[in-house]
C-alpha cells in the first residue's frame, strides 16, 4: 500500500482554490483584495486566528494564490520559530526579507530596497551585538575591581597600600584574559558588522529607516509580509516577534499578515509580563477569526471519506450496519470532529487499521465498532490505551462476577476513570461513546438486561463487546487462538451442501468444532430459508460426525448440532412445517444422533405441557421413522451397533418409543448372545461421575442396576457375570466385569435391607 493511496498528507493545508472544499476561497479572495488595496504611509496589521486545524494556513495560502493570479501585493513568507534559534530575530527577518525581495523581483527598485533593507538588518545587528556582548563582558571587569577596590579600603600603611597595589594589577590581569577569551569571538563579529557599516556611508539607524520608507513609500502595490505558526514560539520568542512588529508599524504599503491561536499567544504573552489580550488590540489593526465550518459540510466530507474505505473494503461494506452506525455517530463520535484536520487525522488512520484486520473471506471485526475505536485511538488516546486493561469487566466476562449493587458501582468506577482520562472537552462525547459500545453494562446504565440470544448475535456480529473478539480491535490483529470469521462464514456459506458442510466441520479438532458451532448459533438468522431442507440434511449429517467431548464450560459438538438446528427450526413460524422439513430430511440423512436430541427435548416438552417444535402428527411420524431406522442399524450389525457410544441410549428410546414400551430389551435378549457382546453391552452402560473438591477433581466409574434390569434384566445379567468370572479378560473387560458385579451387589444390598 502507498501513502498516496491512504491520504496520510491529507491534513497539510491546501495551497489552491480549487482544493477549498469548506467554501472558504471566497473568505481568502476578499482577504486578498484589501491586502492589495492598502495604500498607506503606515503599515497595515491584520490578524487571522483560529484553533489547531481550523484551516488558517489554508486560508492564507488561497489568499496568497489570489495575490500571485491577480499580479497583486508581493508576498513575504516568514516562519519565526524556524529561526527561533538566532539570537537576533530583528536582524534574521530583515536579512530574509531582502533575500525574498530580491529573488522574486530582480527590478532597480527592488535591488535598492533589498540592499537598504540588508543594511537595516547589519546595523540591527550591530548594535545588539554591542548590547549583547557588553553585558557579557562588564560583570567580568566590573567583578574584579569592585573586589580590589574594597580591599582598599579597608587597609591602611605604606605596607598595606603597597599589597593593595599588587592585588589591583593582579586582579585587573586576570580579569583581562578571561576578556580577551570570552570576548574575541563577540568582538571579530562586531568588527565586521562596523567594517560592512563603514562602507554603507556610516548611515544612521534613522537615516537608514528613512531610505526605507521611501523606497517603501514609491511601491505600487503593498509588501505582505506573512508570519505563520506564532503559537508555535516559546513565550519569549513570541515577546520579541510582536515588539519586531509593533517597532515597524510605521513602514509604508506594508501589510503584516499574523497567523496564531489567539489563546495560545494571549499566554505566552502573559507569562513575560504583558497583558496578552490587551497588548494584541493594541497590535493588531484588523482582526479575523477563521470562518466557522458548517457541521453539515464537515459530515459530508466525513461521510465521503469513509465512504471511500468501505469501498476499498467490501469486507466491511458487507457488514456495515446503518442502523446501529447512526445510533453511534450521533449518540458518541460527532462532537469530536470539529475541524478538517480531525477528519484527515482519522480518516487517514482508520483507513490503515482497516487493511490490517481484512480476513481472507469476510471481515473480522465489526466495522462501526472499528470506526467507534479508532475514535477513541486518535482524540482519546489515554482512555483508548487503558480499555484493554478492563476487558473482563467492559465484556461482562469475568469469573465469577455478579450483576449486583458492588458491581454496579465498580463498572461506574470504571467507566468515569475512563472518561476523565479524555481530554476535558472529550469527555461527555467519551462517556456516550463507551456506553454505545458496551451494551454489556446497560444494566448498570438504563437497568436494560439481554438475554443469551442478544449476546450471540453480538458474537456474530463480532462486537468490542464480546472477549471473543475484544482484543482484535486493540491488537490490529487477528490473535492466533481466535477464531477466524473466514472459518464461521465459510461454513455457513458451504451449510446447504451437506458432505462439504460436515467435511469442514470435522476437519477441526473436537474442542474448536464446539467454539465454531457455538459462534455459529449466533448466525442462524442468516441462514437460507429457501434451502431449509438442504440445511436440516447438513446438520442430519454433521451430527454423527461431530465430536462427543465435552468441557465444562461448553456442550459437546454433537450437542451443540442439535441445539444449532432447533433454532433453525424456529423460524419456520408452523410446527407441521417443522415437523416434515425433518422428517423429510431424516429420509435421505438418517442422523441419529440429531434426531435423538430433537425427540427428547420435544417429549420434555410435551411433558410439561409445553408446545413442542413438532406437531402431534408430525412428532409421531419422526418417532416412528426414528425407531424403523434404529432398528434397521441396530440389526444388520449388532456388534458394531454394540460397540457404538450411543447405543445405551438408543436401546433406551427403543423402549421408550415403542409401542410395547420393551422394544429396547427384546432387542438384547435376541442379539447380547456372547460373552464379548454382553461385555459391550455392559460397557455402553458405564457413566462417569465428577466430584471437586478444594484443588482436587476425582472422577469414579459406575453401572447403575435400574438400567441393567431395564435393557436386560437382574437375573440375565447374573447369568452372565458368573459366566465370564472363569474366563480370560483383558484389563478393559475386567474392569467392565467388576463394575456389573458392583452394580448387582448394590442392588443385592438394597433389596436385604429393604
Known sequence: MSNDELRFADDRPITLQQDDLLDRAGFAQRLALAINSWKNRESLVIGLTGGWGSGKSSIKNMAVEQLTATKGAQVIEFNPWQWSAQDNLSSAFFAEVSRIVQRKDSSDSNKQLAKQLRTYSRRLNTSASWADGTAKILPIVLGSTLVTSLLGTLVQGTVAQITWLSLTAVSALGSLTLLLKRSSSWLGNWAKNLDEDARDSAQTLGQIRTDLQALLSARQQPLLIVLDDLDRLSAEQMKAIFQLVKAHMDFANVVFLLLFQRDTVEQGLDKVGFEGAAYLDKIIQVPFNVPAIGSGRLESILFKRLDAILDDEPQLQERFDQEYWAQMYQAGMRPFFRNLRHVYRYASTLAFHCRLLRGTEVAEVNPVDLFAVECLRIFAPATYATLPHHKGLLTSSEPFSKQDEAQRARVSHVIEELTRLAPAEQQPATRQLLQEMFPTLDWVFTNTYYDRTSELRWLAQSRVCCDKVFDRYFELSLPDQDLPNSVLYGLSRSLPEPEAFTRLLVSHESERQGEILQRMLGLVEEFPLDQSLAVVQSLLRAGEAAGREMSYTNWSPRLQVARLLRLFLERHA????????????????????????????????????????????????????????????????????????????????????????????????????????????????????????????????LIVASELAQLMGLALCTQWAQQLEGMTLNELDVQTLDLVKAALDQRTQEAASG
Not at 436401546?651 to 432387542?667: C, P
Open 574 to 701: 408452523l410446527e407441521t412445517t417443522r415437523s416434515q422439513l425433518v422428517i423429510e430430511a431424516f429420509a435421505t440423512e438418517p442422523g441419529l444422533v440429531v434426531v435423538h436430541q430433537l425427540l427428547a427435548g420435544d417429549a420434555a416438552l410435551r411433558r410439561k405441557g409445553d408446545v413442542g417444535n413438532f406437531d402431534d402428527a408430525g412428532f409421531e411420524q419422526l418417532k416412528e421413522r426414528y425407531l424403523a431406522t434404529l432398528l434397521q442399524v441396530a440389526d444388520r450389525d449388532p456388534d458394531a451397533f454394540l460397540a457404538s457410544e450411543d447405543h445405551a441410549s438408543y436401546l433406551i428410546d427403543l423402549n421408550r418409543y415403542s409401542t410395547d414400551g420393551d422394544a429396547g430389551r427384546s432387542w438384547v435378549e435376541t442379539h447380547v448372545n456372547s460373552p464379548s457382546r454382553f461385555l459391550s453391552f455392559a460397557r455402553g452402560q458405564v457413566n462417569s461421575r465428577t466430584r471437586y473438591f478444594g484443588n482436587g477433581v476425582s472422577r469414579t466409574e
